[in-house]
């Protein structure tokens, strides 16, 4: 992950860099939003099967192709999280750590997990991070988050946010899509 992001996401939310996500739960994901400055960040951390119905290394042609479009899909943080126009954010960098990450041929890197989590149980987790410049940050309101309606699987997002206007935690669905800021 993100060096950076881990230094203020530990400091906003008061865990030691390098703390676990929360139990690994199927349909469930955790954010983390924090404003610091101009930059807003955001980490997401997500069992692999809530975004492509699978956690160990795809097997076929179709599998692979469901991992390669998740990551792809992560990748383009600008659809996934709808800010206020008015903030005039950037995307900077997205850093994804995948359990089976592809090359440039489709294939998975069998390299024993090196990336992202995979445990002794046999869970993998995919995890991202967003670092977005913003020009005027104050007008950081909310922001509508598209994870859900994107990976069909995932029916949760718990959501715990640093900012200026102080810490909160909130749990998004189907029904709930957007983070006050």
């Known amino acids: 992950m993100n060096r950076f992001f881990m230094v203020v996401a530990a400091a906003a939310f008061s865990l030691p860099a390098g703390a676990q996500h929360a139990a690994h739960e199927h349909g469930v994901a955790q954010l983390r939003v924090a404003v610091d400055g101009t930059r807003l960040?955001?980490?997401?951390?997500?069992?692999?099967?809530?975004?492509?119905?699978?956690?160990?290394?795809?097997?076929?042609d179709?599998?692979?192709?469901?991992?390669?479009?998740?990551?792809?899909?992560?990748?383009?943080?600008?659809?996934?999280?709808?800010?206020?126009?008015?903030?005039?954010?950037?995307?900077?960098?997205?850093?994804?750590?995948?359990?089976?990450?592809?090359?440039?041929?489709?294939k998975h890197v069998d390299d024993d997990h090196a990336s992202g989590h995979d445990d002794e149980a046999g869970h993998s987790d995919m995890e991202v991070s967003w670092a977005f410049e913003c020009a005027k940050p104050a007008a950081l309101t909310e922001m509508r988050v598209n994870l859900v309606?994107?990976?069909?699987?995932?029916?949760?997002?718990?959501?715990?946010?640093?900012?200026?206007?102080?810490?909160?935690?909130?749990?998004?669905?189907?029904?709930?899509?957007?983070?006050?800021?």
């Open 149 to 181: 309606e994107t990976f069909p699987r995932l029916r949760r997002i718990l959501v715990e946010s640093a900012t200026p206007g102080g810490q909160g935690k909130v749990t998004l669905d189907k029904s709930r899509r957007t983070l006050p800021l």
């Open 41 to 60: 960040h955001i980490e997401l951390a997500s069992p692999l099967d809530s975004l492509v119905g699978f956690e160990r290394a795809p097997k076929t």
């Open 62 to 106: 179709a599998e692979r192709a469901a991992l390669a479009a998740a990551e792809a899909r992560l990748r383009r943080g600008e659809a996934l999280f709808v800010l206020p126009a008015g903030a005039g954010c950037v995307l900077r960098e997205v850093d994804l750590s995948s359990p089976y990450p592809q090359t440039a041929g489709g």
